[in-house]
């Protein structure tokens, strides 16, 4: 359904630092930058990219917005959040831990990244 996500980001430096070790215990190639100075992630799905505004303004968060990424097990997802959070990520919501009930269980952890972005690494336990 999507092509891409474009993320703005103040200070790319910090975000690509961010990006590529959440990404990569996701399994995903660290970030490319392009000739505007911008951050790429490609995979064969989609992809996803850090900008500052082109406006020239600051970057914002969009509230009630998040990005949620898929994760292989909950064991990744404690570990992206692990890494996560030491690379410049701010936890925020519950702990990483199952959320829903019945015929949905979903195994999440959540995190803002340094331009307050805020970011799902899922699991799907029980469709």
Same mark, same amino acid.
Request: glycine content about 14%; proline content about 6%; overall charge negative.
């Given at each position: 359904?999507?092509?891409?996500?474009?993320?703005?980001?103040?200070?790319?430096?910090?975000? !690509? !630092?961010?990006?590529?070790?959440?990404? $990569?215990?996701?399994?995903?190639?660290? $970030?490319?930058?392009?000739?505007?100075?911008?951050?790429?992630?490609?995979?064969? !799905?989609?992809?996803?990219?850090?900008?500052?505004?082109?406006?020239?303004?600051?970057?914002?968060?969009?509230?009630?917005?998040?990005?949620?990424?898929?994760?292989?097990?909950?064991?990744?997802?404690?570990?992206?959040? !692990?890494?996560?959070?030491?690379?410049? $990520?701010?936890?925020?919501?519950?702990?990483?831990?199952?959320?829903?009930? $019945?015929?949905?269980?979903?195994?999440?952890?959540?995190?803002?990244?340094?331009?307050?972005? /805020?970011?799902?690494?899922?699991?799907?336990? /029980? /469709?």
């Amino acid at each position: 359904m999507f092509s891409h996500v474009m993320l703005g980001a103040n200070d790319l430096e910090a975000s !690509k !630092k961010f990006y590529d070790a959440i990404l $990569g215990v996701l399994g995903h190639e660290p $970030g490319v930058y392009d000739e505007h100075g911008r951050v790429f992630y490609y995979t064969a !799905k989609g992809i996803l990219a850090l900008t500052k505004p082109i406006n020239g303004e600051e970057a914002t968060h969009g509230n009630g917005t998040t990005l949620g990424l898929a994760a292989r097990s909950p064991e990744v997802v404690d570990e992206w959040h !692990k890494v996560g959070s030491e690379n410049g $990520g701010i936890p925020c919501e519950d702990p990483p831990g199952i959320r829903g009930s $019945g015929e949905r269980q979903l195994y999440l952890a959540y995190l803002r990244d340094p331009a307050g972005n /805020k970011l799902c690494a899922t699991h799907i336990v /029980k /469709k």
